[in-house]
Structure formats: C-alpha cells, structure tokens
C-alpha cells in the first residue's frame, strides 16, 4: 500500500526509523562503554545500594519524590559515607 507521499505504508522509510535504535554491534560497543564507564566510578555501585536500602527501609509510596528530598538531606552524606567505609574495609587488596 502506498500514501500520498509514495511511502509504502508496509515498511517505514529509513529516515522514520527511530533515532535510539542501536544496531547489534552497536549495542554490545554501548554495553562495553557502559562497564568500563563503571570500573571507573566504583562510587556509582555505592550510590545505587544507598538509595536502594533507604527505599527497602520506608518502601514510600511515591519514590521519586522521596529520593529527592533524602538525596538533598544530611542523611543521604552520612548513610553514603557509612557505605564507603565499609566498602573500603571489606574491599580485597589489589
């Protein structure tokens, strides 16, 4: 079937095709930026545990909201601060 435009209703043309569809090569080039990316920042792991324990403790009913005022809090500076130390105490020499 063909539109107006001449585009076959079929099959998009190359131009509609989403811009964040990543081919295979480019998904697995993507994954392996996104790993060393993480090696880098340790902290990114600290961080996700942080905030993952804080909602498991109140289980809020709205979480956005609530990581939002616990990140701008005092609590959230010395709950990460309580995880890097223990990470650093727990962590296996190089």
């Known amino acids: ?3 107006r ?3 076959s209703a079929a099959r998009p ?8 569809i990543l081919t295979p090569k480019q998904q697995i080039e993507h994954q392996i930026s996104n790993e060393r990316y993480l090696r880098q920042h340790p902290e ?5 545990r ?5 909602i498991m403790k109140h ?3 709205h979480i956005e909201p609530f990581l939002c005022e616990f990140v701008a809090s ?14 650093a105490a727990t962590a ?3």
Do not use: W, Y
Request: with cysteine; charged share 15%.
């Open 92 to 94: 296996s020499p190089p």
């Open 59 to 61: 289980q809020p009913d």
């Open 13 to 20: 043309a190359a131009a509609a095709m989403p811009a964040h």
């Open 50 to 54: 942080c905030l993952t324990r804080q």
């Open 5 to 7: 435009s001449g585009a």
């Open 44 to 48: 990114v792991h600290t961080i996700i």
């Open 74 to 87: 005092e609590a959230f500076d010395t709950a990460l601060a309580r995880l890097q130390t223990r990470g």
């Open 1 to 3: 079937m063909v539109d």
